[in-house]
């Protein structure tokens, strides 16, 4: 398997442009998460999906950030309108579960908003 | 206080030494536990569970101590290549019934030759 895919690896935009992520999970894992990373918050958890279902959005920061995932292959993480405080690597992870399975990461996006 | 909170470091430890940290955890009802090793610039990456009885692999043990509440990583004989940062995860089923995980901001390991 291929592991987490996300695209782009890189992204730099200007304030006020929208932005999207996007990630395909491991096939078969019915598990969806979509993570930020700061030097200043660490890792957090923005969102999970459980069969392409939103479980727990209460990490989502405010309205500017929305993530859907139509089908169990593919989900997307956008912004708009961005802003520079935005600038972080977000991680998208797959699972069998949330509780006791490990979680396995893509490579990421670093994402730069000037 | 944080969910889970983690000392920061760095901890520069020189080679072939042992080093320990922990991860202390707010939420009584937490139930799985989970050490994640993150290089530089790269993902995390699951180093191993912690089971209530403490577990071993290889040069790493990893400990729980529910009435304290924190997750203990222990690193033997260690290895240039274990520098990176150590990363607690903590789990639990929230008031709603959904399940809720939240990672430590971690622990950063330098092993110096």
């Known amino acids: 398997d291929a592991g987490v895919i996300q695209s782009p690896r890189h992204e730099v935009t200007e304030m006020g442009q929208e932005v999207t992520l996007r990630c395909k999970p491991i096939s078969g894992h019915d598990y969806l998460f979509w993570y930020r990373q700061t030097m200043m918050r660490g890792l957090e958890l923005l969102i999970y999906f459980n069969n392409n279902v939103p479980i727990d959005d209460s990490g989502m920061p405010e309205d500017r950030f929305s993530a859907k995932m139509p089908n169990a292959s593919f989900s997307t993480l956008k912004i708009q309108p961005s802003e520079p405080r935005d600038s972080a690597v977000y991680f998208c992870?797959?699972?069998?579960?949330?509780?006791?399975?490990?979680?396995?990461f893509g490579p990421g996006t670093r994402l730069t908003v000037t | 206080r944080k969910e889970v909170e983690q000392d920061p470091g760095p901890f520069n430890v020189p080679e072939g030494a042992t080093v320990a940290f922990n991860c202390t955890y707010s939420?009584?009802?937490?139930?799985?536990f989970f050490w994640y090793r993150q290089d530089c610039r790269k993902e995390p990456k699951l180093l191993m569970s912690v089971y209530s009885s403490g577990n071993e692999d290889g040069r790493f043990t990893a400990q729980l101590n529910r009435a304290s509440q924190y997750i203990s990583l222990l690193i033997r004989d260690s290895k240039l290549s274990d520098s990176a940062t150590y990363l607690c995860?903590?789990?639990?089923?929230?008031?709603?019934?959904?399940?809720?995980?939240?990672f430590g901001t971690g622990t950063r390991l330098t092993i110096i030759p």
């Open positions: 939420n009584s009802a937490s139930q799985s």
């Open positions: 995860v903590v789990t639990f089923i929230s008031n709603f019934g959904n399940e809720k995980l939240t």
């Open positions: 992870a797959s699972s069998l579960g949330v509780v006791s399975y490990e979680q396995y």
